[in-house]
């Protein structure tokens, strides 16, 4: 499967536009980056058939798979929702068995099989008869993911995959994420730019219901090259920077470390290496489909 198709999708609920006029090649490891309310789960949704848009159309570029046929989709489709969650006193086994059934994996040895196969490369071999009640965080969207796993399927949509975990789940959870995304489409959701860095290699930042930019990650983090600079502040100095165009300050030894956008160069401060999250604040901020 090369790539799905999102063609001019709007989507409103009562006033609110909440997709507007979107459009997208999903291809390969691809993540959809946006601050609080920019549309990512409404188009997850949509992307997972469990809605509809109000016009526009989705189809797979290749075997021309519309998503008019939802049932026909949804046997390629895994997908683990923002808010995963399940009966707390089943066992993890159990939470598979169910969901395998749901998928008609038909055949206890087959099932078994699978579900084996699938807990050890998600690592949560040692937790297959604990209580899901007793999963930490991230093994809890480790089983969601493979629950997403089940019956080989060729698209994976995760949605907001790290949201509650600490540091060091983030990083294995966004690892395994990028394995999984090896052989298939994985789309992931997220207003977190450092976890896109690791994942993703075709990037969608939208805000308001629109894309702004598209790009690969790489091409995405050069469009604001020469335009970000830092300057080392002494604490007792105030900040010579206008509000807006900080990107971040980092308090050091013995003095402030700014980051920040600028147009034109200025005394005192040096051009860096740009990255997506330059990029992403900068035409979020300033609402950009133009660097
Ligand atoms: N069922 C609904 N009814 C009314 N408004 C909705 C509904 N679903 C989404 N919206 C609105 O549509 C807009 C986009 O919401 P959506 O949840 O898709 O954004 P998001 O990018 O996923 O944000 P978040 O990161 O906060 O989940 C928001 O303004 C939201 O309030």
Redesign the pocket.
């Known amino acids: 499967m090369k790539s799905i198709i999102v063609k001019d999708i709007t989507k409103s609920?009562?006033s609110?536009r909440?997709?507007d006029h979107v459009s997208l090649e999903i291809r390969g490891t691809f993540g959809l980056l946006?601050?609080?309310?920019?549309?990512?789960?409404?188009?997850?949704?949509l992307l997972a058939t469990l809605d509809i848009p109000d016009s526009g159309i989705i189809r797979i570029d290749e075997d021309d798979l519309s998503w008019n046929e939802p049932s026909e989709v949804r046997e390629r489709l895994g997908y683990l929702p923002?808010h995963f969650s399940i009966y707390r006193s089943l066992k993890v086994e159990e939470v598979m068995n169910h969901f395998a059934i749901l998928k008609g994996i038909r055949g206890k040895k087959v099932r078994s099989e699978a579900i084996n196969s699938i807990l050890q490369s998600v690592n949560l071999s040692e937790q297959k008869t604990k209580k899901v009640k007793n999963l930490s965080g991230g093994m809890l969207r480790r089983l969601g993911i493979a629950q997403a796993l089940l019956g080989n399927p060729q698209i994976i949509i995760v949605?907001?995959p790290t949201a509650g975990l600490d540091i060091e789940e983030r990083v294995r959870f966004c690892r395994l994420l990028r394995k999984i995304g090896e052989n298939r489409i994985i789309i992931i959701?997220t207003?977190i730019v450092e976890d896109l860095e690791s994942t993703c290699d075709h990037i969608a930042i939208?805000k308001e219901?629109k894309i702004l930019q598209t790009g690969t990650r790489n091409k995405l983090a050069e469009m604001t090259k020469g335009l970000v600079f830092e300057m080392d502040v002494p604490f007792d100095s105030p900040i010579p920077i206008k509000e807006e165009d900080i990107i971040s300050i980092k308090q050091l030894n013995n003095r402030y470390l700014v980051r920040f956008f600028s147009e034109a160069s200025i005394n005192n401060a040096r051009t860096v290496d740009t990255c997506l999250e330059d990029t992403y604040l900068y035409i979020t901020k300033r609402n950009l489909t133009h660097v």
Do not use: V
Not at 34 to 45: I, R
């Open positions: 609920f009562g609110k909440a997709l946006g601050p609080n309310g920019a549309g990512k789960t409404t188009l997850m949704k923002q949605d907001e959701s207003h939208m219901g």
